[in-house]
């Protein structure tokens, strides 16, 4: 992904963090509305970050979040390998479509 001058990529490297897209993007745009602001989170992260959402409605930020949609906790599951040697059931969230249009006014 090319980033050219006067963008910024920002992300966790070494904890793997499940769900920091979200929060990230809020607090990027509150701080740079003027700014195109998009955020990139797996379905398992997103389903962890409904009080980040509930912020950026109280204050009208409107970043983009693209949620992949891959039905399990992906970072769980890298655990999980490492530790057990497979993936285990346990992680994987319920088939379904997860359809969100959030419109602040």
Do not use: C, H, W
């Not at 607090?27 to 389903?47: E, K, N, Q, T």
């Not at 950026?56 to 890298?78: E, M, S, T």
Request: glycine residues 12%; aromatic residues 10%.
């Amino acid at each position: 992904m090319p980033i050219y001058e006067g963008e910024r990529y920002i992300t966790t490297t070494s904890y793997a963090s499940m769900g920091l897209a979200v929060p990230g993007a809020v607090v990027a745009f509150i701080m740079y509305p003027d700014r195109d602001v998009v955020g990139l989170v797996g379905d398992g992260g997103f389903l962890m970050t409904g009080l980040e959402v509930s912020t950026a409605v109280q204050y009208r930020a409107k970043p983009k979040i693209i949620v992949f949609n891959d039905l399990v906790y992906r970072v769980l599951g890298i655990y999980e390998k490492v530790r057990f040697g497979t993936v285990l059931m346990i992680n994987q969230i319920a088939s379904g479509e997860l359809r969100i249009t959030g419109r602040i006014p």
